[in-house]
């Protein structure tokens, strides 16, 4: 079997831990695994290669089933365990690896992430501690076209997240890359850009400020700051260039061109430890070493096998890369170079040098910009504009000057303090002080795209085969037909009268939005906290993808956990109305008795009453939507009182088909006599796993179902949607059906809220 034949045999049996809904059983595994071997050793090759590809199936199953382990066995109560420390921010953040667990060495070790715990002395990374740990497993809020937090978490090997009860030091030395990046960020005090020399030599991104951080999103720059392939290939290229040099002055019999390779793949490994090892550096050290091997096979090989034996090496070596973003971005991106140059060969060559490289630097960025667009909506949800003209600056600029630089310096920085060190940071300073006036002069890029772009994102590949192929002239019907097929999103029409509620999982609060022919009104907007609020986060992004434009907003009640994105939303779209109880500059009341329509669905407000001195969670808003045949009753955080209020005068109005919990299912809320009232069919909460108070409270859930309600909260089912037509209604939820993947369950106990 060949090495691109292995190599695709590979992909295809690791690729679908992509899509898989659940793991297979072990003993399935077990099953699958003896089939394979029997195929594998069949002297037919297509059964040959089907035999490869279902062990290594098993291959990525088995690794997928390693990484949840933890999930299953240390999650729940407390465990003596002893972590080594891999990165903290000094403070409450420290990610670390479980070493050993009640004595037992555990291999591989699992990763875990502490929040909110001080540890006794000052923390780095490599020091190694015993704790008792309460740990459990990860999780995090579901949203259709959000970030995917808990998929990213698994892609990093990070299946753990908990809380320190108790910590003791055991070895208090600090790694030698942490005494490395602490010497300098000493040296590099002076230098205004020394967050950005760090991002470029180090990988510390986290100490980019958010300023820099939006400079990068709006002039489509910011892959220049991550320690990816281009950083690890051009440190490679410095190592294998000074291996040459001695080399030239060395006698013809040592001089040979393997020392070279192998050199400067040792010194790509090298470098991406330094920088921590972080997953694109990784990533590109075994790719770069697949790249030696083939190279040292001494056969030729195609540009598109040595990509494809790359990729499959990287996924071999680390089967849950497969769900890396960053990944796919980079292998998208080297094919995209590679379909660009075959495709459509660069320009004429001109006489002058400088004139051929500008033409050439032009010709690449255009071929990024436009090849890359599918990956980059569907990762982004958006596109920088000015993109093309920053990147023609910011790249050679980044490469060829600071880069260099700031390696040269961190090498001279080994051997102490020298003129020639402070040559090094004093030019990269101020080429990264030249790049960044010009792209804060640049004009603000970035332009957010919905989903409906997704398809026609591919046009650009389809026009460049056309013409290659001269389609466009001899079946102009089909390269319509292809046209009009990925802009099937903007024509076809998915309205007929239906309307549709999603409520977002937004963690601890409450966000619903109310959606009709594009049109959007908004119920509450989230939790706010310091530094960010879940509109910025996660409701604008959300409304900006599905193309929808929110008309107003419906405020319950002043608690921040529902509040805390709309100054964010106003900001955004300051047309925006607000309803709302609280008397507030600029709002419009939200009393007892009030209605109104919207995109033909009736508003009806029962609570509160107007001139009531009722305050917090009493004085919410509790407003109901109905279309005549169908309804939808909001409660915000209503409590039991508010509710026996609210039935004792105005009852016989609450009979509704669906009802959002309220106070995130808490027990001082959903009193039998108002569940019995609403007599809907279905209850809706909003809250988070490992909420503070446990909510929901397993009393209100078992009373909910006691009336023939079916229960669905954000917790459990992320975010969840409600499709009203003329034929009924239906519910779906994201994590559950939407979009079912293994590594989108519920990690861990089945049940508790823990």
């Not at 001089?255 to 050199?263: A, D, T």
């Not at 009722?614 to 045949?629: F, K, M, P, T, Y």
Request: aromatic letters at 12%; a positive charge; proline letters at 5%.
């Amino acid at each position: 079997m060949t090495l691109p034949a292995l190599s695709a045999c590979i992909m295809a049996g690791i690729l679908p831990l992509l899509w898989l809904p659940a793991l297979p059983d072990i003993r399935l595994v077990w099953c699958v695994l003896a089939f394979g071997c029997l195929l594998a050793y069949s002297q037919k090759p297509v059964l040959r290669y089907c035999g490869f590809t279902l062990l290594f199936f098993v291959w990525g199953i088995l690794a997928a089933q390693q990484t949840l382990w933890p999930t299953r066995h240390l999650a729940g109560g407390n465990r003596h365990v002893e972590v080594m420390l891999t990165e903290t921010d000094n403070m409450t953040r420290h990610q670390g690896k479980i070493l050993r667990l009640d004595g037992v060495r555990l291999y591989p070790a699992p990763g875990i992430t502490f929040y909110g715990e001080y540890l006794p002395q000052q923390a780095c990374s490599g020091q190694r501690w015993a704790m008792t740990i309460r740990a459990r497993p990860i999780h995090g809020q579901l949203n259709d076209g959000g970030f995917d937090s808990q998929r990213y978490a698994l892609a990093s090997h990070q299946s753990l997240s908990g809380r320190i009860i108790h910590a003791q030091i055991l070895d208090a030395h600090c790694s030698w890359r942490a005494g490395y990046l602490l010497s300098l960020r000493e040296q590099l005090t002076a230098y205004s850009w020394q967050q950005v020399i760090l991002a470029l030599g180090m990988g510390e991104r986290s100490a980019l400020n958010s300023d820099v951080k939006n400079v990068m999103r709006q002039t489509g720059t910011a892959h220049l700051m991550a320690i990816s392939g281009l950083h690890i290939a051009l440190a490679s290229m410095l190592v294998w260039l000074i291996v040459r040099g001695v080399q030239f002055f060395l006698p013809a019999r040592w001089i040979g061109w393997r020392l070279p390779l192998l050199l400067s793949v040792g010194g790509a490994i090298v470098y991406a430890w330094l920088t921590g090892l972080q997953p694109p550096a990784l990533r590109t050290a075994v790719a770069l070493s697949a790249w030696a091997m083939l190279r040292l096979s001494g056969r030729l090989w195609s540009p598109w096998q040595v990509w494809l034996c790359c990729v499959a090496t990287i996924l071999f070596t680390d089967p849950l890369a497969v769900l890396s973003d960053s990944l796919w971005l980079s292998a998208f991106a080297v094919a995209a170079l590679l379909f660009w140059y075959q495709w459509l060969p660069t320009p004429g060559s001109h006489p002058r040098w400088w004139v051929r490289g500008c033409i050439n630097l032009v010709y690449l960025q255009a071929g990024m910009t436009l090849l890359l667009l599918p990956i980059q909506l569907s990762i982004f949800h958006g596109i920088s504009l000015s993109a093309l003209v920053a990147n023609l600056a910011a790249i050679p600029l980044v490469t060829f000057v600071a880069v260099p630089f700031i390696l040269l310096g961190m090498l001279l920085h080994l051997t102490g303090p020298s003129i020639m060190e402070t040559v090094c940071w004093s030019v990269a300073d101020n080429t990264l002080e030249i790049l960044f006036s010009f792209l804060r002069w640049l004009p603000q890029g970035w332009l957010n795209v919905d989903m409906r772009w997704q398809w026609l994102a591919w046009a650009p590949w389809c026009a460049l085969m056309a013409w290659r192929f001269n389609l466009w002239r001899t079946t102009p019907a089909v390269c319509l037909a292809c046209l009009v097929m990925l802009a099937f999103p903007f024509w076809r029409s998915e309205r007929g009268g239906g309307w549709s509620v999603h409520m977002l999982d937004v963690g601890h609060g409450l966000a619903m939005v109310i959606e009709r022919d594009g049109k959007a009104i908004l119920y509450d907007t989230g939790a706010a906290w310091p530094g960010g609020d879940s509109g910025q986060q996660l409701i604008i992004p959300w409304l900006r993808w599905h193309a929808l434009e929110p008309e107003g907003v419906i405020l319950s009640h002043e608690h921040l956990d529902h509040r805390g994105g709309l100054n964010s939303l106003l900001n955004n779209w300051p047309g925006m109305w607000v309803r709302s109880p609280l008397g507030w500059t600029g709002h419009q009341s939200c009393f007892r008795g009030e209605r109104w329509q919207w995109q033909g669905l009736n508003f009806s407000v029962h609570w509160p009453l107007q001139g009531s001195t009722a305050q917090g969670n009493n004085r919410s808003c509790v407003v109901r939507v109905d279309d005549g045949q169908n309804s939808i009753l909001l409660t915000g955080d209503i409590e039991a009182q508010g509710e026996m209020a609210m039935l004792s005068r105005y009852w016989e109005h609450l009979a509704s088909t669906l009802v959002q919990v309220p106070h995130h299912g808490s027990n001082t809320s959903s009193t039998l006599p108002f569940i019995q009232r609403v007599a809907g069919e279905a209850a809706l909460a909003s809250a988070s796993r490992y909420n503070a108070w446990r909510l929901p409270s397993a009393k209100v859930t078992t009373r909910y179902r006691q009336q023939g309600y079916r229960w669905f909260d954000t917790a459990h089912q992320g975010q969840i949607t409600l499709s009203f037509s003329s034929q009924g209604w239906e519910i779906h939820s994201l994590r559950d059906q939407l979009l079912p993947r293994w590594y989108h369950q519920w990690f861990g106990v089945p049940s508790d809220n823990r």
